[in-house]
Every structure is written in C-alpha cells, then in structure tokens.
C-alpha cells in the first residue's frame, strides 16, 4: 500500500515550459495539500483541495495552478516555470480539515529550473 | 517576524545527552501544535502532537507554554537515528490553510 505517490520524483525544465506534477492517494482522504519547502523557509502551502472539485489557494499560489476531478489525484501544474520555482515539491493528505489530524506526505518531487 | 520560529541549529550532541529545542509562534489564535521530524532529502513524518497539559512518548517529551507561546521538545538518552530536522508545526483557527510550519532545528548525534 503506497499511500500516497508522487511524480516525477525529479524533474528539470526549463524556463518558460509547462511543468505538471502529479499526486495519487490510495487511502481516500478528503484534505489534499501542496506544499513547496525551500532553504530558510520551511514549508509553505501552495494550494489545498478540502474534496473533489473543491480548491483553494494557500500561502504561495501565484504562477500555479491546480485541479482534483477526483478524491484520489491532485495535480500541480506550473503554467509556464521561473527559476524561482526551482524547489522540493511535496503533496500531502489529511483526513480532516480540522486542527488535530496528521499530515502524510509523498516523497517529494525535485524539482529543477534552468 | 516569521509566524514559527526555531534556532536552525545545528544542535550538535554526544549519543546519550539530553537535548531540548524550543519554537516560538506569534499568532495567540493558534489552536493545535505538533512536532515532525525530516531526515535528510525525505518527507516530514509526525513525530507527536503538543497537548496543553505536555505529553511524553518515550524518550520524547513535549510542552506547551500559551502564555508565552512557545512549544517545546526535549530527547532523552539521544541516538544516533535522533538526528534529523526537526520541525514545529502550528494550527491557527482549526483551519487546514492555516497550518504553518517552523524552518525546522537540524539535530546532529554524535558517536
């Protein structure tokens, strides 16, 4: 059971380009999140989806765009990459959007902008 | 002024010492805290939740101080496998956009 998978594990692109990373949950939580952590800053929230069909931005969304036609996928698109994007990308899920429950990661997805 | 703050470390310390980190938070409407932990180029992993009255899970003991906003985590007996980065997380307003992540505290054991 790989609970949550993300890909590519590792990516370079260039300016300019159209970037799509994906995300697949096998355990039907409701709460998908993306996240970008970069030296110095921690993590920060790009965008979240509370269900399917529902999204909404985070701390960090400009230059990002995002969709969940289903439970079990949450796509992040970069419409056109800036080296700035250059960072580790992880998604994540939550049963809940309550204050209590756990985060669970993917592994990350590296992401490189020349 | 960064919403969570941690020292960066690193925190350098001999197998068996006792360590402790503190985290800051500026936004008294925090409602839920927790520690994670992320070895190095991996995924953060809850480590344990902060509960008002602090609470232990093994060689691991949390605290939380609302007056003063700050949590904190202190290791006992360190292993080698305790180092990592450890990251304060904060929960304002019970909301899932509102969670907001420490730069983390990287912690080093030494043989």
Redesign the interface.
Known sequence: DAGITQSPRYKITETGRQVTLMCHQTWSHS?M?W?RQDL??????IY?S?AADIT???EVPDGYVVSRSKTENFPLTLESATRSQTSVY?CAT?TS????G??F????SRLTVL | RKEVEQDPGPFNVPEGATVAFNCTYSNSASQSFFWYRQDCRKEPKLLMSVYSSGNEDGRFTAQLNRASQYISLLIRDSKLSDSATYLCVVNRYSSASKIIFGSGTRLSIRP
């Open positions: 709460y999140f996240y110095g800053h921690g993590l920060r929230l979240y509370a909404d931005k985070g992880f939550r959007g309550g204050g209590t756990e985060l990661f993917g592994e990350g």
